[in-house]
């Protein structure tokens, strides 16, 4: 699998990523990893949970041991715990779901711990840019033991960005933090990132993290890469129904009841915004329930085969009403050519 890099990027500083086979107990957790990330670039990690994307990244930030793989940040190894005291390489940071953070001390204080003592100089306005980032500056004062578990996640943001690392590896950065702020942070913080020229991996659950800010993503399914795409591509044109379910809702169709006239013996992934409501023509579907979105209406659906269907509609749908739904033969296409191209 390649993929291609503005010019601009410097090869010699490529991430390089090489396990061939890692677990525990007997256990294979990971196996035939393989892939490269460029400099600046932001990549994404999904995946259901267990799927081996935590392992991951401890393995490429050095608190797990490989014997039968590598990483490599251009020339220099990044080596495990075998060979480093203190986990970690200086180019690196990584921020674990659980935050590491030293309770009794101030934000400022927790944050400052990881400033360089020789441009003690430039820490109050570097703390203060943090602060700002992670949207706390109010709290520079407050003992970490007295926030929320949102508000540590932030301040444990924070630490990780004080160095300036060349690569940040994050793992569920936002989980703990409520919606409202979580948005806002999210943006705030891959601009910056962007900005800065920091390469990210970033391993989520939440597609909010992922679809508008990695420009691409690996799918792990029990331990093993089974996408490498451009994020948007991945999206639009899911090899598998594993992938497009990790994006949010999907439906597999049968070909057959899309179309009444196919010979084709296979199903059509189609995502709820895709099917377009008719009153008299298209797949018929008795309406179970339907779900205010905000923007727009989710309806769950029962086919004439006992099949449940979810599909998107401007207004609420009345339960018990029968519709008609549709799929633009663009959008079938498409999807039957990516079923193809996977297959082989």
């Known amino acids: 699998m390649t993929t291609s890099f503005?010019?601009?990027?410097?090869?010699?500083?490529?991430?390089?990523?090489?396990?061939?086979?890692?677990?525990?107990?007997?256990?294979?957790?990971?196996?035939?990893?393989?892939?490269?990330?460029?400099?600046?670039?932001?990549?994404?990690?999904m995946g259901e949970s267990g799927s081996g994307k935590s392992t991951l990244l401890k393995i490429i930030y050095g608190l797990l041991h490989v014997e039968e793989g590598s990483v490599f940040w251009g020339e220099k190894e990044a080596l495990g715990p075998n060979f480093n005291l203190v986990p970690g390489e200086p180019?690196?940071?990584?921020?674990?779901?659980?935050?590491?953070?030293?309770?009794?001390?101030?934000?400022?204080?927790?944050?400052?711990?990881?400033?360089?003592v020789f441009e003690r100089e430039t820490h109050e306005e570097r703390i203060n840019e943090l602060l700002e980032l992670i949207e706390m500056k109010s709290y520079a004062k407050t003992k970490v033991k007295y926030l929320s578990g949102g508000q540590q996640?932030?301040?444990?943001?924070?630490?990780?960005?004080?160095?300036?690392?060349?690569?940040?590896?994050?793992?569920?950065?936002?989980?703990?933090?409520?919606?409202?702020?979580?948005?806002?942070?999210?943006r705030n913080l891959f601009l910056y990132l962007k900005k800065k020229g920091v390469t990210v991996?970033?391993?989520?659950?939440?597609?909010?993290d992922v679809?508008?800010?990695?420009?691409?993503?690996l799918i792990l399914e029990k331990g093993q890469i089974i996408a490498n795409r451009n994020t948007q591509d991945l999206y639009e044109n899911p090899p598998n129904y594993y992938t497009a379910s990790l994006f949010g809702q999907v439906n597999q169709v049968p070909m057959k009841l899309l179309k009444s006239y196919t010979e084709i013996e296979r199903t059509v992934l189609v995502y709820p915004h895709e099917f377009k409501l008719s009153d008299s023509s298209g797949l018929k579907i008795e309406v179970i329930n339907s779900f205010?979105?905000?923007?727009?209406?989710?309806?769950?659906?029962?086919?004439?085969?006992?099949?449940?269907?979810?599909?998107?509609?401007e207004k609420k749908q009345e339960?018990?009403?029968?519709?008609?739904?549709?799929?633009?033969?663009?959008t079938i296409n498409t999807r039957l050519q990516v079923g193809q191209k996977t297959n082989t």
């Open 201 to 208: 991996l970033t391993a989520s659950h939440d597609p909010s």
């Open 211 to 217: 679809l508008p800010f990695a420009e691409r993503t």
């Open 153 to 186: 996640q932030r301040v444990a943001l924070a630490r990780v960005l004080a160095q300036e690392p060349e690569i940040l590896l994050l793992d569920e950065p936002f989980g703990h933090i409520d919606n409202f702020k979580r948005n806002s942070l999210r």
């Open 6 to 45: 503005p010019n601009s990027f410097l090869f010699e500083y490529m991430l390089k990523v090489q396990i061939d086979s890692f677990g525990y107990q007997n256990q294979t957790i990971l196996k035939d990893i393989s892939f490269e990330v460029a400099p600046g670039e932001h990549v994404a990690l």
């Open 319 to 330: 339960k018990g009403a029968t519709i008609f739904l549709n799929v633009s033969l663009k």
């Open 91 to 116: 180019y690196m940071k990584y921020l674990a779901q659980d935050f590491d953070l030293m309770p009794f001390i101030t934000v400022e204080e927790n944050i400052g711990q990881f400033l360089s």
């Open 292 to 313: 205010f979105k905000g923007s727009h209406y989710l309806n769950e659906g029962l086919m004439e085969d006992g099949t449940i269907i979810f599909f998107n509609s």
